[in-house]
Every structure is written in C-alpha cells, then in structure tokens.
C-alpha cells in the first residue's frame, strides 16, 4: 500500500508559481508509478502529469507542457509538481495518485491510491 499526503497548495495571482509536495509512505513507493490529476468544481477529475517509479519517463496533459514540471525523490518518498505562469483556470483541488500495475498514465480510474488533495486558487 502507498499513503500520500499532498502540500503546497494556496492562493496565488495569475502569472505566479506554486510547487505542490507529495509524502508518500509504504514499502513500494519507489517502484510506484505516480500522477497528478486535478479537480476544478462541477468538472470531472482530470490528468495533469504522470511520473514513471524511475522519473525517467514524464507525460503531461497536451494544455499544460511547458507550464507544469513533475519530479520525484525516491529517497525522500516524494514527487512534486511545480506550476509556473498558473491562469485562473488552473483553480482546482489538486491529487497525487499512485498508478495500479498495468495501468493506463492518464486513465483517473487505473490509479489505486490518492491522497486527500490539495487546493490552488489563482486570482487574477
């Protein structure tokens, strides 16, 4: 099993920056495939990056490549996503996500863990 606990969300004007944190604990963290979706209110949950256990493969949603950064530590039992040049439509309550085996990156239900999210609100 992976627990995660997300940080780092807040409130930020447009054009800002944010570097979200999740501490992941259990023994399998570091072969773990992880993700970082999003969920604005009245919208579905949706993709946002996905990490491969190595952090030699990345994958980001097509609208946010070039903004949006994934990384992780596997000594530190973290991944991270840094948001730059944030747009009021970023406004969501972000989730890391542990990916199940065989699963699909960007595919919401193949991921078996999630933390409990983490709000961003950007202002304009």
């Known amino acids: 099993q992976v627990h995660l606990v997300e940080s780092g969300g807040g409130l930020v004007q447009s054009g800002g920056s944010l570097r979200l944190s999740c501490a992941a604990s259990?023994?399998?963290?570091?072969?773990?495939?992880m993700g970082w979706f999003r969920q604005a209110p009245g919208k579905e949950r949706e993709f946002v990056a996905h990490?491969?256990?190595?952090?030699?493969?990345?994958y980001y949603a097509d609208s946010l490549k070039g903004r949006f950064t994934i990384s992780r530590d596997n000594a530190k039992n973290t991944v991270s996503l840094q948001m730059n040049n944030l747009k009021p439509e970023d406004t969501a309550v972000y989730y890391c996500?542990?990916?199940?085996?065989?699963?699909?990156?960007?595919?919401?239900?193949?991921?078996?863990?999630w933390g409990q999210g983490t709000q961003v609100t950007v202002s304009l």
């Open positions: 259990g023994r399998t963290f570091d072969r773990s495939n």
């Open positions: 996500a542990a990916l199940g085996l065989g699963g699909i990156y960007d595919d919401v239900d193949d991921y078996d863990y």
């Open positions: 990490i491969s256990w190595s952090g030699i493969n990345t």
